[in-house]
DNA sequence: CTTGACAAACCGTCCAGACGGTATCTTAAT
DNA sequence: ATTAAGATACCGTCTGGACGGTTTGTCAAG
C-alpha cells in the first residue's frame, strides 16, 4: 500500500514520464546514468512499474527512439510543406529542424538519443534505417553532392552543440544556414 | 610463479598493447565491451596488471584520448607545414586528415574514443579543451564562416561513417572534400 | 471478479578496484 | 665485478556494490 497505488491511475502520462526522466538523466550523468533504478525513481515510479511499461531496458531505449523519431519525422514533414521547390527540399526541412533544435525542450532527448545510438549497437542499427529510408524516398531531389554536404554540416553542427565543443553565435547560426541552403539549391 | 612472471619486462609495449586492445573491443562489442577484465585478457595481462598501468577504468581511457589526440595534432600538423596559403590552413589541415580516417587503421580508436566521449563527461569536457585550444590558436585564419561549415561538415561525415548511415562512394568524397576546400578559401 | 497498474523484495551476474604476493630490473656501494 | 637493497612490473584472488530482470503481492477500475 503505497502513493502512487491510490493515485489516479494515468498510465499514459507515466509512461510518458519515464521517457522524459530516462533523457533528462542520459544528459544529466551520461548515458551510465540511464539505469532502471535512476529512472524508476526519479520518475516516481517503482522498478516493478517501470518494467510494466517497458518490458525491458531495451524496450525503454526504443520507446525513446520512437518517440523521437517520430517527433523528427512530423516536423520534416511540416516543413517540406511550406517549400515549393522540389529540389533539395527534404535538406532544407532537415537544416531547419536541425537548427530550431537547438532551443527546443526536444533538444534534451535528442542529447540521450544520439549518445544512447553510439552506445547501443541496436539502435545505432534502426538509426541506419531511419537515414537510408529518408534518403531512399527523396533520391530524385536530395542525392546532390550539396545536398549531403549541407546535411553532413548540419550534424556536424549538431555534434557540436551536443559536446558544446564550439560555441557558435546566432549570427554565425545564421550565415551558416543562409549558406546552406544555398548549398541545397545548387 | 607463472609464466608471464617470467618474460622478459617491456613495459611500454604492454602499454600500448592495452591501448590497442581497448579501442579494439569497443569497436567489435561496443563501449560496454571495454571492461577491465576483457582489456588485459585480450592483451595477455592480468587484471592487477593493467590497473598497474593505468590506476583506474577512467586513466586507461584518459590514455587512450591522449595517445589519439597526439597522433592527430602530429598528423595535422605534418598538413600545416605543406600548405603555403595562412588562411583557412588549419581547416584545410583537419579535412585532410579526416577524409584520410576512414581507411587508416586508427579509424578503430577513433570510433571508440567518440563513443567513449559521449559517454563520459570528463572526456567530453577534454574533447571541447581541444577543440577551443586549436580554434584559440588559429583564431587569425580559421575563424571564417567557410571555415567553420567545413569543418563540421567533416565532422558530420566522420559521424556517418561511425554509424555507416550513409553509404558515400569514391568519387562523391572527392567532390565533397574539393567544396570543402574551396569552403575553407573564401 | 477479472484484469491492468503498480509495489517491494529478491536473485544472479558482472564489474571496478583492493590487496597481498612474486619475479625482474636498476642502482650503487663494496 | 658482485651483490645487496630497493624499485618496478607484474600475477591471482577476493569483495562489495550496482544493475538488469523475476516473482509475488496489492489495489483499484471496469
Known amino acids: 500500500m503505497s502513493i ?3 493515485r489516479r491511475k494515468q498510465p499514459e502520462l507515466v509512461r510518458q514520464q519515464l521517457l522524459e526522466v530516462a533523457a533528462r538523466l ?3 550523468q551520461g548515458a551510465a546514468g540511464v539505469t ?3 529512472v524508476s525513481q526519479a520518475a516516481g515510479v517503482s522498478k516493478g512499474g517501470l518494467l510494466h511499461h517497458f518490458p525491458n531496458k531495451m524496450a525503454l531505449l526504443n520507446g525513446l527512439f520512437e518517440d523521437l523519431t517520430g ?3 512530423r516536423a520534416i514533414e511540416e516543413e517540406m510543406r511550406n517549400d515549393p521547390v522540389a529540389h533539395g527540399r527534404f535538406t532544407r526541412a532537415y537544416l531547419s529542424v536541425v537548427f530550431a533544435l537547438e532551443e527546443e525542450a ?3 532527448g535528442w542529447q540521450v538519443l544520439t549518445i544512447a545510438l553510439l552506445t547501443e549497437p541496436q539502435l545505432r542499427e534502426r538509426w541506419r534505417f531511419w537515414v537510408t529510408d529518408h534518403a531512399d524516398e527523396f533520391v530524385g531531389t536530395d542525392s546532390s553532392a550539396g545536398c ?3 546535411r553532413f554540416a548540419a550534424d556536424g553542427l549538431w555534434l557540436a552543440d551536443i559536446l558544446k565543443s564550439h560555441d557558435v553565435d546566432q549570427p554565425m547560426r545564421h550565415a551558416m544556414r543562409a549558406q546552406l541552403i544555398a548549398l541545397s539549391q545548387q
Do not use: I, R, T, V
Request: hydrophobic share 50%.
Open 71 to 73: 517527433k523528427l519525422d
Open 148 to 150: 549531403l554536404l549541407a
Open 106 to 108: 526536444d533538444a534534451q
Open 36 to 38: 532502471l533504478d535512476a
Open 4 to 6: 502512487a497505488h491510490h
Open 26 to 28: 542520459s544528459l544529466e
